[in-house]
């Protein structure tokens, strides 16, 4: 049975950091791209990053330079690092692997407020 569990939210000032975590199971992890979307109230899941099995990582512009998504292959796990923390990346973020399937977690709030 495939499985995304995530992990690492939590509620973080203005500035600061957190790093995310998502174990995968059921034997997705190494033939899968790995990626994180998050969704805030109100709005619309929108992607975050994509770290591919070459470990070549993607970034939404609004991230880069401040998220690093990297990838565990022998712990079949994904991170994202998530730096210099803004309000507007307030939202719940859902672990993601695929195509050709599409595997969803089942999302860790993440609050960034002073």
């Known amino acids: 049975q495939v499985q995304l569990v995530e992990s690492g939210g939590g509620l973080v000032q203005p500035g600061g950091s957190l790093r995310l975590a998502c174990v995968a199971s059921g034997g997705i992890f190494s033939i899968h791209n790995m990626g994180w979307f998050r969704r805030a109230a109100g709005k619309s899941r929108e992607w975050v990053a994509t770290?591919?099995?070459?470990?070549?990582?993607y970034y939404e512009d609004s991230v880069k330079g401040r998220f690093t998504i990297s990838r565990d292959n022998a712990k079949n796990t994904v991170y994202l690092q998530m730096n210099s923390l803004k309000p507007e990346d307030t939202a719940v973020y859902y672990c993601h692997a695929g195509p050709p399937d599409n595997y969803w977690g089942q999302g860790t709030q993440v609050t960034v407020s002073s």
């Open positions: 770290i591919d099995r070459q470990r070549r990582p």
